[in-house]
């Protein structure tokens, strides 16, 4: 593996590896499912083979503790295996014919289209999952999945885990077959600018703050060559709880509601921040009573745990905000707290009231009818999640469509914390919560490092393999505008 030799990665450096990155391109591009799909599955047995050595080393850089670690291992390397089986599975490479037809007017030619890969990625590594957002995570797996080299550039919080699951990785990539430059690792604010504007990477993935996300995109549509940038920013996951909920399950609802907000000390993107609970049902009472008893804990970064206090106070600044509960204050670490607030105040000062807050809080709206809950609704901004408690009977309609306008994945029952990772998950919504109409968690992560090509009038030996008659046969394709499973 190319990769840099001091705390920051020199700009001679740096191209060394997007050199070695192009290098590999054609390999990676060329490669058939089944060698692609080795070479993940390898990675994934060299991970979990080496769990035992990187979870302690993430646990002193990001104090997650060793459960939650070792599950991320988990979760990581399942993420590669599920894109070895899309590989092999052939489905996500849209192949589509349309036969020539001198009959219809005016004479059609024959064309043949498919998704091929971008070239070489880049890669921006999250604070909070260390494993799952890093990188071997979600984006590394569904970019070398499409086929195509990664470069990775660490994050700051946890240097010497990325340093070292890149060596395990890379080592596993090429041990498995895949050439030289397949996976690398760039460090420092510096050369991860000079990365997303290198002309050799071709597309870039981050998963971060609004603020660091969107500079960078800045930077990738700036390029004399734009990229795409598929960034997940930030998100402050909406929940609407209706009375008869509240009536049916309030105390069901409260214990989930604190269960999710202050899962991971409260630093997952799917986290609820903003929870809408009917005026005078009683929701905050219940909600009162199970946080004091709450522990907090550390969080990933000094930056991180200072930033929590200030967006403490920048929520409580505004004179409708009102401190509910406090959790059980921890040494140095950050306390859990719910906070309310009535719709009227949100549907007013959204900028304010509507700020994502990194760790255990969330924040409580009343609202009293169903125009002032939808006011409110309408300005929250574009989110990961949405959910929605209500019971049979409730009339929700009006609700639904503002909450799915909002969100990329909508939830009728339990809390948003916890993203499967599955063929049809989507992880991702309307900005801020993203830079894409993509998923970045899911099979289907894996569309946004491709590109489509059309072939028109080709000979046969002519075409990429898997467009040839013999061997699109065996593949998921439409023909005609006919769907054709394989033939077996």
Same mark, same amino acid.
Request: with cysteine.
């Given at each position: ?182 996976? $690398?690792?760039? @460090? =420092?604010? /510096? #050369?991860?600018? !000079?990365?997303?504007?290198?002309? %050799? ?5 981050? *998963? ?98 200072? $930033?929590?206090? @200030? =967006?403490? /106070? #920048?929520?409580? !600044?505004?004179?409708?905000?009102? %401190? ?5 204050? *921890? ?158």
């Amino acid at each position: 593996m190319t990769t840099a030799t001091g705390s920051a990665t020199t700009p001679d450096e740096l191209e060394a590896i997007v050199a070695a990155a192009a290098a590999a391109a054609p390999i990676w591009a060329r490669s058939s499912a089944a060698d692609r799909a080795s070479w993940l599955r390898f990675a994934a047995g060299a991970l979990d083979a080496a769990a035992d050595e990187l979870v302690p080393i993430a646990d002193r850089e990001t104090r997650l503790g060793e459960i939650r670690l070792r599950g991320e291992v988990g979760r990581t390397s399942g993420q590669l295996r599920l894109f070895a089986s899309v590989v092999e599975e052939g489905s996500y490479r849209e192949l589509t014919v349309d036969d020539a037809d001198a009959a219809a007017s005016p004479a059609r030619p024959e064309l043949r289209r498919m998704l091929v890969p971008l070239g070489p990625v880049a890669v921006f590594s999250a604070s909070n999952f260390p494993f799952a957002f890093s990188v071997a995570g979600g984006d590394t797996a569904s970019a070398l999945a499409a086929g195509n080299p990664v470069v990775v550039k660490a994050h700051s919080g946890h240097v010497e885990l990325s340093r070292r699951t890149a060596e395990i990785v890379a080592h596993a990539l090429e041990t498995a077959g895949a050439p030289p430059g397949s996976l $690398a690792l760039v @460090e =420092g604010r /510096d #050369a991860g600018n !000079a990365l997303v504007q290198h002309p %050799v990477i071709q597309a870039a993935g981050f *998963t971060g703050s609004l603020s660091g996300g969107r500079a960078l995109f800045d930077l990738a549509t700036g390029r004399p060559d734009p990229i795409p940038f598929y960034g997940e920013l930030g998100s402050v996951n909406p929940v609407v709880i209706t009375p008869a909920a509240v009536a049916a399950r309030g105390e069901e609802l409260a214990q989930g509601l604190v269960g999710s907000f202050t899962l991971g000390v409260g630093q997952f993107c799917t986290k609820p921040g903003v929870v809408f609970v009917p005026s005078g049902a009683g929701f905050e009472a219940l909600v009162a009573a199970l946080v004091p008893s709450t522990t907090g804990g550390s969080l990933l970064t000094d930056r991180i745990t200072d $930033a929590f206090p @200030e =967006g403490i /106070d #920048a929520l409580t !600044a505004d004179a409708s905000v009102e %401190v509910v509960a406090r959790g059980t204050v *921890t040494d140095g670490g950050a306390t859990p707290i719910v906070l309310a607030t009535d719709a009227a105040a949100v549907a007013a000062r959204p900028e304010t009231l509507l700020q994502e807050c990194f760790g255990p809080v969330t924040l409580l709206v009343r609202y009293s009818s169903e125009d002032e809950l939808h006011a409110a609704l309408r300005a929250i901004p574009g989110s990961l999640t949405a959910t929605l408690h209500s019971e049979p009977g409730d009339d929700v309609a009006a609700t639904l469509d503002l909450l799915q306008a909002r969100a990329g994945r909508v939830l009728f029952a339990g809390w948003p914390t916890g993203v499967a990772v599955t063929w049809s998950q989507q992880h991702g919504g309307p900005w801020p919560a993203t830079t894409s109409l993509h998923t970045s968690v899911g099979a289907t992560a894996i569309r946004r490092f491709l590109r489509p090509v059309a072939y028109q009038s080709a000979p046969q030996q002519l075409l990429p393999e898997v467009l040839r008659d013999d061997v699109l046969a065996t593949l998921p394709h439409r023909r005609n505008g006919v769907l054709r499973l394989p033939v077996t």
